[in-house]
């Protein structure tokens, strides 16, 4: 699925989270995926960043190859995951990579561990700055999108679906190894349960923020206005760039399409913004 490489487990208390290695050097990519996504999500990006750093990739419980967590999905959960492997993973300079939900994840991730984590990428993130009733009425569909996954898997047919609609960028077997995966019922079941825990998390979020981290940082979002005078109108775009604003070393930019996913629209440009914060973090280090 693009994001072969060696796989390791790590032990939580009876249950096991699934992490893939590749790539070497002196500073490791370290991506986690944005709500009920696996190591998938990176499939056109991680192969690409190996070949000039080391990677690492995870699958969120219930997902991939990972266990699932009958502890709940709800932000503290997903972060204390997070952590888990990224002390089993690293042992030298970071760089955190996250997507949507996976945004504030590396970013608090990076308060915890500041002596692991170098600098950050976002990926048209979740921002814990924008009123949680306007976010709660911009994903206003999303509960019924991870209940029709329940349904469609157990009938069969949401692998089809995501080989065609999420993961259509991916070569033919990678697409269809990707989505028969994605489609499993533990998987789903886990999805519907971080959507179920998102709410009160994203509470919670919004009233200890903004986390700002004090690393160079990166942020990405979607181009989801098709003219730049409009972009005042993007609350989730004016948001990224206030965050990027606060951060000592924060850059903030626009994805050429529409797509949420940009790391699968877009993988260059994600690749690209990567390699930069590499290069920084890499000229930093004791020679």
């Not at 924060?250 to 399409?257: M, Q, V």
Request: hydrophobic share 40%.
């Amino acid at each position: 699925m693009g994001t072969k490489g060696s796989s390791n487990y790590v032990s939580l208390g009876g249950r096991r989270l699934h992490y893939q290695t590749t790539g070497e050097g002196p500073v490791t990519v370290f991506f986690e995926a944005g709500m009920g996504r696996s190591r998938s999500t990176w499939a056109l990006v991680q192969p690409r960043v190996a070949e000039f750093a080391r990677t690492v990739v995870y699958d969120r419980a219930g997902h991939g190859l990972s266990d699932p967590d009958p502890g709940g999905r709800d932000f503290d959960r997903l972060l204390s995951d997070h952590l888990a492997v990224v002390d089993a993973a690293t042992d030298c300079a970071t760089i955190g990579v996250g997507h949507s939900y996976g945004g504030p994840i590396v970013r608090m991730a990076e308060t915890v561990r500041p002596e692991t984590f170098s600098a950050l990428t976002l990926v048209d993130e979740v921002p814990e700055t924008v009123d949680p009733d306007q976010m709660s009425a911009a994903m206003r569909g999303a509960s019924l999108i991870y209940g029709a996954q329940v349904v469609l898997a157990q009938l069969g047919l949401l692998a089809p679906l995501l080989e065609r609609f999420r993961f259509g960028d991916l070569a033919a077997e990678d697409a269809r190894a990707a989505a028969t995966e994605a489609a499993r019922m533990n998987s789903v079941r886990a999805a519907r349960e971080e959507w179920r825990a998102f709410g009160s998390s994203f509470e919670k979020l919004h009233a200890n923020g903004p986390i700002v981290p004090d690393v160079p940082m990166c942020s990405i979002s979607s181009n989801r206005m098709s003219r730049e005078r409009d972009r005042h109108r993007d609350f989730l775009g004016a948001a990224h760039a206030r965050i990027a604003e606060l951060s000592p070393e924060g850059r903030h930019l626009y994805s050429r399409n529409s797509s949420h996913d940009i790391q699968l629209t877009e993988p260059n440009l994600v690749v690209n913004e990567i390699r930069a914060l590499v290069e920084r973090v890499r000229a930093r280090l004791p020679a």
